[in-house]
């Protein structure tokens, strides 16, 4: 497989200087292109991003407003919606314009001047509400929302009945509190009261793609304020569309993995299991890179149906010898009075970036409704 830093690579350098001399015939592209590409081989994806960036800022016009109109100009067309409301895939668009990764350099470079002034910081927004239709601008917004932040929100309201799905998703993906790769917006970690109108306005838009954001960054709130998002769950569910039910739904993932009761109780799932749970494995041993199989067994007890969420927790040994869980998603079901169901699935063992496999014993936990109800362990070996 290609190794991930080489989506930018000496062709993007060459590209990108291509197009930012058709929009600036004075562009000085053999010392962009000999900045850029030195060493670049010898980097990883974010190092040669900033390298670009640099380069951007050593070519580019001083003016920051005239270097914003060389990148516009720039660019190629926008990406395409399609009917489901989601994103065309990205491409490098070679004859078109910048496009494709090289934009994560472009949005760095407006980044770094966006953030001087206020004027820099409009100039720079209007300028990404460009750049997110072609690529992204989740990144590259979190700075000057960051250092201007009224400014950054009376535009990101400008730009909720936006005509592009790209810019409203912009509204609420570049405002997420623990953007995952992003610069963390600390004070939304402690207080997210700015961005509530923003997700309120977006969680019913047209376009799947926006959705999926909102429910995202509402995940994030919850990590930080469960009851915030528990109550704004029971509120928003009341006569909830499907597509708002299932933001809602994956919104509320990580609180229902953790068993936060007012969540449940939001999803009707605050009562526990009324019956007996039990989970077997099928090896007592596994090595990293197999997997083990999990047998779980319900029984009712109840009078009544059950709407049943299934999870369960593996107790992975760190390099220390504690144990940290880990809550995958299992299974989500009715149970019928007195009836009795048998699960099964495979769990993964293959060692993923995010997180190493230690050799030891595992346990493995049962969550019915967010209430432990059965474990198992097995010895995993090297």
């Known amino acids: 497989m290609e190794p ?3 989506l930018i690579n000496r062709d993007t350098v060459a590209r990108t200087g291509q197009h930012l001399r058709r929009a600036w015939p004075r562009f000085d592209h053999k ?15 974010k190092a040669r991003a900033m390298q670009l960036a640099d380069a951007l800022e050593a070519t580019l016009p001083a003016d920051f407003n005239a270097a914003c109109e060389v990148l516009e100009t720039s660019l190629a067309p926008a990406l395409a919606i399609d009917a489901q409301g989601e994103p065309m895939k990205l491409g490098e668009a070679a004859d078109t314009g910048v496009a494709g990764w090289a934009l994560w350099a472009v949005g760095e470079f407006v980044a770094r001047r966006g953030v001087l002034d206020a004027a820099a910081a409009q100039r720079g927004l209007a300028c990404l509400h460009a750049i997110t239709q072609r690529f992204t601008a989740e990144f590259a917004i979190r700075p000057i929302i960051q250092k201007h932040p009224a400014l950054s929100f009376d535009t990101l ?3 909720l009945n936006d005509p592009s799905a790209h810019v409203r998703r ?34 019913d838009d047209s376009s799947s793609y926006v959705r999926r954001s909102v429910a995202n960054h509402l995940n994030d709130i919850a990590k930080d304020h469960p009851d915030l998002v528990a109550g704004w769950v029971r509120d928003h569910l009341i006569d909830a569309p499907d597509a708002r039910s299932a933001l809602l739904r994956h919104a509320s993932r990580g609180l229902i993995k953790q068993g936060h009761a007012p969540t449940m ?7 526990g299991l009324k019956g007996d749970a039990s989970l077997t494995l099928s090896a007592p041993r596994a090595s990293v890179g197999g997997d083990m199989g999990l047998r779980v067994r319900l029984r009712s007890t109840a009078r009544q149906p059950q709407l049943l969420v299934v999870d369960y927790a ?15 998603k299992g299974w989500k079901l009715t149970l019928a009075p007195g009836e009795e169901r048998m699960l099964e699935k495979r769990h993964s063992l293959k060692p993923v970036t995010t997180r190493t496999l230690y050799p030891g014993t595992h346990v493995i936990d049962l969550r019915v409704n967010g209430v432990a109800l059965a474990e198992a362990a ?4 090297a």
Request: no cysteine; proline share 7%; net charge positive.
């Open 31 to 45: 010392r962009f292109a000999a900045q850029a590409a030195t060493g670049l081989e010898d980097l990883e994806f």
């Open 157 to 159: 309201s400008q730009w």
């Open 4 to 6: 991930f830093k080489n």
């Open 170 to 203: 912009l509204v609420s993906e570049g405002s997420r509190p623990r953007l995952p790769w992003g610069l963390r917006l600390q004070s939304l970690v402690v207080d997210p009261t700015p961005t509530l109108p923003l997700l309120r306005a977006l969680q």
């Open 265 to 271: 109780a939001a999803w009707g799932l605050a009562s």
């Open 314 to 328: 593996v107790h992975h040994v760190r390099a220390n010898g504690s144990a940290s869980p880990k809550v995958f």
């Open 378 to 381: 097995f010895e995993l070996r």
